[in-house]
């Protein structure tokens, strides 16, 4: 079975920083590439980022040069640091387990989400 479950998410002020973290069970993690997604109410899900199991980092333009995206292979986790957070980046956050392949990211397992709101 295998399980993602993320944590971190909080009320932030504009400007402000968070960790995300997403502990994963039931893969071979250290062979698992992974991402970041994200939705807000009535928008479609987005990719946020990606990190291959061999560490190539991928962003979205969106969130380049603030978020970094990371893993713990030796604690099958995966970390989203948030920099100067803006109202924007308001949304459940999502990790996911999938396959990097010819350039592309292909997601499969999902986790449950964690709330990131960005408000005064």
């Known amino acids: 079975q295998v399980q993602l479950v993320e944590s971190g998410g909080d009320l932030v002020q504009p400007g402000g920083s968070l960790r995300l973290s997403c502990a994963a069970s039931?893969?071979?993690?250290?062979?698992?590439?992974v991402a970041w997604y994200r939705q807000a109410p009535g928008k479609q899900r987005e990719q946020v980022a990606y990190?291959?199991?061999?560490?190539?980092?991928n962003y979205a333009d969106s969130v380049k040069g603030r978020f970094t995206i990371s893993r713990d292979n030796s604690k099958k986790t995966v970390y989203l640091q948030m920099n100067s957070v803006s109202p924007e980046d308001t949304g459940v956050y999502y990790c996911?387990?999938?396959?990097?392949?010819?350039?592309?990211?292909?997601?499969?397992?999902w986790g449950q989400g964690t709330q990131v709101t960005v408000s005064s």
């Open positions: 039931g893969i071979i993690f250290n062979l698992t590439s």
């Open positions: 996911n387990a999938g396959t990097y392949s010819v350039g592309e990211y292909y997601p499969d397992h």
């Open positions: 990190l291959t199991r061999s560490g190539r980092a």
